[in-house]
Nanobody, 126 residues
Framework: QVQLVESGGGLVQAGGSLKLSCAASGQFRSSGAMGWFRQAPGKEREFVAAISWSGGMTFHADSVKGRFTISRDNANNTMYLMYLQMNNLKPADTAVYYC????????????????WGQGTQVTVSS
């Protein structure tokens, strides 16, 4: 089991920045990869970014490339940290952002992960 807790969401003006954090504890079952997804009101959950266990491979949705950066820190053997640095935010980025761990497929953009956090709200005002 992996427990995930997100933090760092909030209200920001368009063009501003936020940094989301995800603290993961427990035992990863498979690849150890992690990802960020988001869900806006009335829309399906969508892929934002993902990162391999080592951090050597990262993937970003086209809609956030050049603005968002995913990273992780595995230095602590009992608590793993993943981040999402979000710059030049747009009102279209408004959503609940979810942290996820242990993807079921090798394509980390697929919305099928074994563990999910509770989500953190990001609101971007125009």
């Amino acid at each position: 089991q992996v427990q995930l807790v997100e933090s760092g969401g909030g209200l920001v003006q368009a063009g501003g920045s936020l940094k989301l954090s995800c603290a993961a504890s427990g035992q990863f079952r498979s690849s150890g990869a992690m990802g960020w997804f988001r869900q806006a009101p009335g829309k399906e959950r969508e892929f934002v970014a993902a990162i391999s266990w080592s951090g050597g491979m990262t993937f970003h949705a086209d809609s956030v490339k050049g603005r968002f950066t995913i990273s992780r820190d595995n230095a602590n053997n009992t608590m793993y940290l993943m981040y999402l640095q979000m710059n030049n935010l747009k009102p279209a980025d408004t959503a609940v952002y979810y942290c996820a761990a242990d993807p079921r497929y090798s394509d980390y953009s697929i919305n099928e992960y074994d563990f999910w956090g509770q989500g953190t709200q990001v609101t971007v005002s125009s």
